[in-house]
């Protein structure tokens, strides 16, 4: 346990994860008193003191918010990590493009340093057009919502055609795709939206 924490600082910690794998949502703070046969000013006390304490985070406008931000080392040891939670939103192609991406109902863990700050998505690769570029099939892209980009970077850009992955290039009056792979033909889009920029991928071996 870690010897910043009470005994009932882990108890509370302890119930408020219970709970949520219970019913995939936090208790609220009158439920934590009841639990625990303690006042409603005293679960508050707890909840700031953890929150200061950077185990978990609490917006007491909202009835039920508690967002904890530790991991189970084992029964009796909490580490604090400092993860986000971002949303899988679906399928890019890295390949010709597709006419649309199946949306996923899915959220994926990562570290909340590891990738910078904004706006952060996940989409599944498939095909092979940027394998030179490290990016293979069935990765997790991290992508950021952004409009702003250098040449040569990464986007992920819905065109004419459908969604992909590829190297942009800004010119007069197109946007300039290119694949890492030979065995596939540069895209020029007339009309591009541009979805997002590449920030760092994960991958399961």
């Known amino acids: 346990m870690?010897?910043?924490?009470t005994k009932r600082?882990?108890?509370?910690?302890?119930?408020?994860?219970?709970?949520?794998?219970?019913?995939?949502?936090?208790p609220?703070?009158?439920e934590?008193?009841?639990?625990?046969?303690?006042?409603?000013?005293?679960?508050?006390?707890?909840?700031?003191?953890?929150?200061?304490?950077?185990?978990?985070?609490?917006?007491?406008?909202?009835k039920r918010s508690f967002k904890?931000?530790?991991?189970?080392?084992?029964?009796?040891?909490?580490?604090?990590?400092?993860?986000?939670?971002?949303?899988?939103?679906?399928?890019?192609?890295?390949?010709?493009?597709?006419?649309?991406?199946?949306?996923?109902?899915?959220?994926?863990?990562?570290?909340?340093d590891m990738f910078g700050s904004g706006e952060l998505?996940?989409?599944k690769v498939r095909g092979d057009s940027m394998l030179d570029a490290g990016i293979h099939e069935d990765d997790i892209a991290i992508v950021k919502n952004s409009q702003i980009f250098n040449n040569g970077e990464i986007l992920v850009v819905e065109t004419e055609n459908?969604?992909?992955?590829?190297?942009?290039?800004?010119?007069?009056?197109?946007?300039?795709?290119e694949a890492c792979n030979d065995d596939y033909p540069t895209i020029i889009s007339r009309n591009p939206r541009i979805i997002g920029k590449l920030t760092g991928l994960i991958r399961k071996y």
Request: no cysteine; net charge positive; proline share 2%.
């Open 2 to 5: 870690s010897k910043e924490l």
């Open 9 to 26: 600082q882990v108890e509370i910690l302890k119930f408020i994860e219970d709970y949520y794998n219970e019913n995939n949502f936090p």
């Open 28 to 30: 609220t703070i009158n």
């Open 32 to 62: 934590i008193s009841k639990f625990f046969k303690i006042s409603v000013k005293g679960s508050y006390d707890h909840i700031k003191a953890l929150e200061k304490k950077k185990y978990l985070s609490y917006d007491s406008k909202k």
């Open 68 to 112: 904890l931000l530790y991991e189970t080392v084992n029964s009796k040891t909490y580490k604090k990590v400092n993860y986000i939670e971002i949303p899988i939103l679906g399928i890019v192609q890295a390949g010709l493009p597709i006419l649309s991406y199946e949306n996923y109902d899915a959220k994926i863990k990562i570290d909340k």
């Open 121 to 123: 998505f996940g989409l």
């Open 162 to 177: 459908g969604v992909t992955i590829k190297k942009a290039y800004k010119q007069k009056n197109f946007l300039r795709l």
